[in-house]
Nanobody, 127 residues
Framework: QVSVAESGGDLVQAGGSLRLSCTVS????????MGWFRQAPGKKRAGIAC????????LYVDSVKGRATISRENAKNTVYLQIDSLKPEDTATYYC????????????????????WGEGTQVTVSS
């Protein structure tokens, strides 16, 4: 059974930074493409960043490119998302996902097949 636990969200002022963490169990983390998704109130959940199993390739959507860094620590089954220069429009619940289609979902803006979503972690950016 896959278990996902996101953490690190907080209320921050615009211009601040946060580092989100996601620890996964119940799957072969080392082999998995991992990604971060977010869902703002009234909007669909959408992918914003992904990273391949080795960490060699990372992809970002334009809205976070240059401000976000996705990384992973396979020994800890954990993926991270550092977001700098936070904006009010970054306010959302952030989730992580695993799977072969995660990067395609991030790039194309389509839903991922991943269905073991965690509770997410709330990021609120005040202006």
């Amino acid at each position: 059974q896959v278990s996902v636990a996101e953490s690190g969200g907080d209320l921050v002022q615009a211009g601040g930074s946060l580092r989100l963490s996601c620890t996964v169990s119940g799957l072969n983390f080392d082999d998995m493409i991992m990604g971060w998704f977010r869902q703002a109130p009234g909007k669909k959940r959408a992918g914003i960043a992904c990273i391949t199993w080795s960490g060699a390739t990372t992809l970002y959507v334009d809205s976070v490119k240059g401000r976000a860094t996705i990384s992973r620590e396979n020994a800890k089954n954990t993926v991270y998302l550092q977001i700098d220069s936070l904006k009010p429009e970054d306010t959302a619940t952030y989730y992580c996902a695993a799977g072969e289609d995660v990067c395609r979902s991030v790039v194309a803006g389509t839903p991922t097949k991943f269905d073991a979503w965690g509770e997410g972690t709330q990021v609120t950016v005040s202006s």
